[in-house]
């Protein structure tokens, strides 16, 4: 059952081949007998079963959705009323929300059965799940390795079919860099598609949820469900939202594809490039086009980024003060160290890290400097991609600099760490959407394609995944051990 794509689940609840109670309990058997991959932090057997029922008795009453009984799970960065919602910070481990963000109130609405609440990156701030405070998921293609991050946990629950489908959210990567490290597709949506309410901030005008599912069938799926304006949230955009499964099979005859010089150089490995290039000829196969189009300001993207993203993480931080949400230390002698206590002990290393680095950045006498410059490379690198889409329909490149890597590799040295996403990045701050998608193998490791459209583009994006996987099977693949 849990090799079924969300379609064949939909239609087995159905035709009654299995019940929404069957199918969840056989997840939720599967988290119990994986649980060495650390992929949950908080699995909701209760509430799930209780889900799982009603979902049956909707099912049984013919009025259900595609996503009704089939068990999902969320990233821990989503607010879910009752259940504890930690953000991978030892800061919100004791955290239950008093509300549902609205991504958790539509699969709700829809139907979908929450098995639980999936590992990440401490605030989402890591490319590999080593910030978590519950220690790091583990890839399931390979087990001494990182999943990637932020949404390290999300990858893995797909991969190792610990959830039929998942959520993550992408601030600089932390979608589409998961799914290519453990071989999944996900999707990160253009900068407002998603709302953002009731997702716990990161950096506010770069996060973006999105979904994280085997196939782009699937995808389009949770998208349908994920996608729309919400009043909650002041930048979610006002636009209506396709039929995502709709335009999947659309001809990709006549395509244009663009591909940035810079994104292959030479510093691309050699392995990757030639696994991408097979990738782009599968679709001039299908009737694309493909050109060469050059972005010269994304060298700037990390730079840019690491100020932009610090600078916002150490305002939306601030409200975890040992007062209001979360952890407080153990008799404070006052209120100052009330504060500076909480803090010290509730965030991780990595986290002080941007705070203090944002701190400094938005300080009077070095704002000019770094923020405001920042931003002005941002609109440079937005200019850029506008210039380079007006030419092409979407741009294809890599999501990774190279396979998972190891355990522990890269902890030593936050440069090296940041330099993960430096093919990720950029497409955050210009706001559009990206999807990754499984394109091969390099040391039995997956490698992901990057598609990058114009703004509100995902169902083409989908679109142009669907087809690639009609006449591919790298998303087919699973981790031995884990079938
Ligand atoms: N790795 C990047 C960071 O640490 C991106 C994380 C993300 O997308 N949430 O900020």
Redesign the pocket.
């Given at each position: 059952m849990h090799n079924l794509s969300l379609t064949q689940l939909a239609a087995g609840l159905r035709s009654k081949q299995f019940s929404s109670l069957e199918l969840t309990q056989s997840f939720l058997n599967r988290i119990n007998s994986y649980q060495q991959l650390n992929a949950y932090v908080t699995v909701s057997s209760e509430l799930a079963l209780q889900q799982a029922e009603a979902a049956d008795r909707r099912l049984a009453s013919g009025d259900a959705t595609p996503l009704t009984g089939i068990p999902l799970a969320q990233k821990d960065i989503f607010c879910t009323q009752g259940i504890k919602t930690s953000c991978g910070s030892k800061m919100l481990d004791n955290f239950i929300a008093p509300y549902n963000a609205t991504v958790i109130d539509h699969f709700n609405q829809a139907g979908a059965v929450m098995l639980g609440k999936l590992n990440m990156?401490e605030f989402?701030?890591?490319?590999s799940n080593e910030t978590s405070f519950y220690g790091p998921s583990l890839n399931p293609w390979a087990t001494d390795c990182v999943p990637g991050?932020?949404s390290g946990g999300s990858a893995v629950a797909v991969a190792a079919r610990l959830a039929a489908a998942a959520t993550g959210?992408?601030?600089?990567?932390?979608i589409r860099q998961p799914a290519a490290h453990c071989g999944i597709t996900g999707l990160k949506p253009t900068y407002g598609r998603v709302s953002r309410y009731g997702m716990i901030a990161?950096a506010s005008s770069l996060d973006q949820g999105g979904p994280m599912a085997r196939s782009a069938e699937d995808a389009a799926l949770l998208m349908q469900v994920m996608a729309g304006f919400d009043s909650k949230d002041s930048t979610s955009v006002d636009q209506s939202v396709p039929d995502y499964s709709a335009s999947l099979n659309d001809s990709l005859q006549g395509l244009k594809i663009g591909l940035p010089k810079e994104f292959f150089s030479s510093d691309l490995d050699s392995r990757m490039a030639s696994t991408l290039l097979a990738a782009v000829d599968e679709y001039r196969k299908l009737g694309a086009e493909v050109v060469e189009v050059s972005m010269p300001t994304l060298a700037l993207a990390i730079p840019a980024y690491y100020v932009i993203?610090s600078a916002e993480c150490s305002s939306n931080l601030s409200r975890f003060d040992g007062v209001r949400f979360g952890y407080r230390c153990h008799n404070p002698a006052d209120l100052t160290d009330l504060y500076t206590r909480s803090r010290g002990e509730g965030f991780g290393s990595e986290v002080k890290r941007r705070i203090l680095m944002g701190t400094y950045a938005l300080s009077a006498g070095y704002y000019d400097a770094y923020y405001l410059k920042a931003q002005q490379v941002r609109r440079l690198i937005s200019e850029d991609f506008k210039r380079a889409l007006n030419e092409v329909d979407v741009l294809m490149g890599p999501v990774t600099p190279s396979p998972a890597f190891k355990i522990g590799e890269k902890t030593g040295d936050p440069v090296q760490m940041?330099l993960?996403?430096i093919y990720t990045i950029a497409i955050n701050l210009a706001g559009l959407p990206a999807l990754a998608l499984p394109a091969g193998f390099i040391d039995d490791k997956p490698v992901g394609l990057q598609v990058i459209g114009n703004y509100f583009s995902e169902a083409k994006l989908l679109n142009i995944g669907h087809r690639y996987q009609q006449v591919t099977d790298w998303h087919l693949q699973q981790p031995h051990g884990f079938e």
């Open positions: 990156d989402a701030m890591g490319s991050g932020s959210t992408d601030t600089g990567g932390s990161y993203a940041y993960s996403d």
